[in-house]
């Protein structure tokens, strides 16, 4: 399991990402190097899938948590679903891929929102996936 969150601009300086380019290459793969999930992301800070409905509709902040395991089912994600926030501000939804992979990706106006969904995530879905005891991490705290 784990995530990632990319911020466009400054936001504590209030700076506005007005130009340059972002290229992003997320994969999963198995042990054996059979690729489970490949991502490519190339944008541009004037490129019209910013404001998009379809892409990142006008916010500034997005992430993405995956999680990989036999506890990732469809099931599973239709339960995720019921609990994450689609409002203005902060959105989210979750996908579920063959191969036991849970997408969660979401949508936020700050990152602190977005952020503290992905640790809440984290923590319900470790036990369920992993068979580990969810505790939260140190480096959270940093």
Known sequence: MGWEIAVLGRQASAEQWAEGSLRCLTSIQRTDGLPLWFERLALDA?????????????????????????GCTVARAEELASNLPFKAGLRAGVTCLPGGILLIRGLADTVEPLRQ???????????QVHGLQSHRLRLWAT
């Open 46 to 70: 004037r490129d019209s899938f910013r404001t998009a409905p379809q892409g990142l509709f006008g916010y500034s902040v997005f992430g993405t948590l995956w999680a990989v395991g036999p």
């Open 117 to 127: 969904m992905m640790v809440d995530c984290w923590l319900r879905l470790r036990p």
